[in-house]
């Protein structure tokens, strides 16, 4: 039987399902896939959220709303990421797996909140996706520029790069606890396999420098502008062919044979990745 929590979504036999999955009346899993209204547009270039510059037009973005739990075990459905339409059913049925899985977010608030701050976002421990500004530390768009790259709990899993002066900086201040890897609640390597599996291949917490725990894309850059290229349905499909590439690698023999599965896991994503 398929996840019980995607089946809600899809509205059949919502009481049936909803005694089916454990959840009472008040736990009510919500989530839904919409365009950007034109006053959501407006609202993210009034608040540095959006450019008139940025590579992807307001068009091709979708509002992901959500329920989620936070590290109290509380539910709440208030939840949403906005990211490219191509990757939206895949990135609904994250934060559906996430639920389910009870993995622990702090919040999921939209970046107008913050100003597109990235800064005060992470210190204010949010998940988000999509914002219009560049690579931290760099001038290149960043992929969450291009609503294809998601930060979970910055708090559990921090950034850590270099200052300008070449000290090592690790945003935000709060997560030093963090450093270490140690698995507590909300630390991504619980999830990877999530992430992997819907079509977000790179994972920052595999690299030397920066490291970005917090941080899920999907790549390359040539695969993102194929995508653009596209119109909606037909880079939806292409996504999903893209997504499915993981999971039939982890079935290969020869993946099958690696020493443990986190070794096949990484393995799969590298090869998967376009
Ligand atoms: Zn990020």
């Known amino acids: ?74 539910q709440h459905d208030d939840g949403s990421v906005v990211v490219l339409d191509a990757v939206a059913p895949q990135v609904q049925e994250i934060f559906a797996e996430l639920l389910e899985r009870k993995f622990p977010l702090q919040r999921a608030q939209p970046m107008e909140v913050y100003h597109g701050d990235d800064e005060a976002s992470m210190i204010h421990n949010n998940s988000s996706a999509f914002n219009g500004r560049p690579i931290t530390g760099g001038g290149a768009w960043s992929k969450h520029a291009y609503g294809v790259a998601i930060d979970i709990n910055p708090v559990q899993n921090p950034y850590i790069g270099k200052d300008a002066s070449g000290q090592t900086m690790v945003l935000p201040s709060a997560a030093s606890a963090y450093i270490s890897r140690k698995v507590r609640p909300g630390m991504s390597e619980q999830v990877l396999e999530i992430f992997f599996r819907h079509g977000f291949l790179i994972w920052g917490g595999y690299w030397k420098q920066p490291i970005d725990y917090q941080h899920f894309e999907i790549g390359s850059r040539d695969f993102i502008a194929r995508l653009l290229a596209l119109p909606k349905n037909e880079a ?39």
Do not use: H, W
Request: glycine share 6%; proline share 6%; net charge positive.
């Open 236 to 274: 939806r499909a292409e996504f999903a062919s893209y997504a499915q590439g993981y999971g039939a690698c982890m079935q290969r023999s020869d993946m099958l044979t690696m020493p443990s599965l986190d070794t096949r896991r990484k393995a799969c994503a590298g090869q998967s990745k376009r």
């Open 1 to 74: 039987m398929p996840p019980c929590i995607p089946l809600l979504f899809r509205r059949r036999s919502l009481f049936v399902l909803l005694a089916a999955c454990g959840l009472g009346a008040a736990g009510i899993a919500l989530a839904d896939v919409t365009p950007l209204t034109n006053r959501q547009c407006t609202l993210m270039q009034e608040n540095q959220v959006m450019s008139a510059t940025n590579p992807v037009p307001c068009e091709r973005l979708a509002l992901v709303t959500f329920s989620y739990r936070d590290f109290s075990g509380k």
